[in-house]
């Protein structure tokens, strides 16, 4: 193994590892994630708050393991820009203050992985999926697949909360 099949492993494990904790959170908190998504603009609450855990622990999962790279990074893109668009932009950059430096990095880094491809140790490489598209290839699938799911889920569920709209549900960092 080098050093480049361990920055890969790095990445798929805290990116992995990350949506994981997030979908276990919002499986485990359901009742209190669709009040959370309704009091931010969701339309279906209660489907968004499971949808969103089932995605983020299955994106996680594939990506620990190396499998279908580009397919769940674009999942975790897609998460990140519906988070982005609907809760942080209008926060502005930093974290603290929940704007959107989180959401961007992961996002980031999600395409920049599945650029890079999930290296030696994977699924992917094992069944021989790896090198069937180029590195762009892989992170513009990434990329514009998951850009493309976000707009689709805020276009369907998704609309700017009037003000006194909402469940009143705690509000939860994403």
Not at 50 to 70: D, I
Request: glycine residues 16%.
């Amino acid at each position: 193994m080098d050093g480049v099949d361990v920055a890969r492993y790095a990445l798929r494990a805290v990116i992995g590892g990350t949506m994981i904790a997030h979908g276990v959170r919002h499986g485990r908190t359901l009742d209190g994630t669709a009040g959370w998504f309704g009091s931010v603009g969701f339309r279906k609450p209660r489907l968004q708050a499971a949808a969103s855990a089932v995605v983020e622990v299955g994106a996680g999962a594939a990506l620990v393991a190396g499998a279908a790279t580009p397919l769940a990074a674009s999942a975790v893109v897609g998460t990140m820009g519906v988070a982005a668009r609907a809760v942080h932009l209008p926060n502005g950059f930093f974290v603290v203050n929940e704007g959107y430096e989180f959401v961007l990095n992961l996002g980031t880094a999600s395409v920049v992985l599945a650029g890079l491809g999930p290296g030696r140790f994977s699924v992917d490489r094992a069944l021989g999926l790896d090198g069937r598209l180029s590195g762009p290839q892989c992170s513009a699938l990434a990329a514009g697949l998951g850009l493309a799911a976000a707009a689709a889920q805020l276009a369907v569920f998704w609309r700017y909360p009037q003000p006194g709209e909402g469940s009143g549900g705690e509000r939860e960092a994403h």
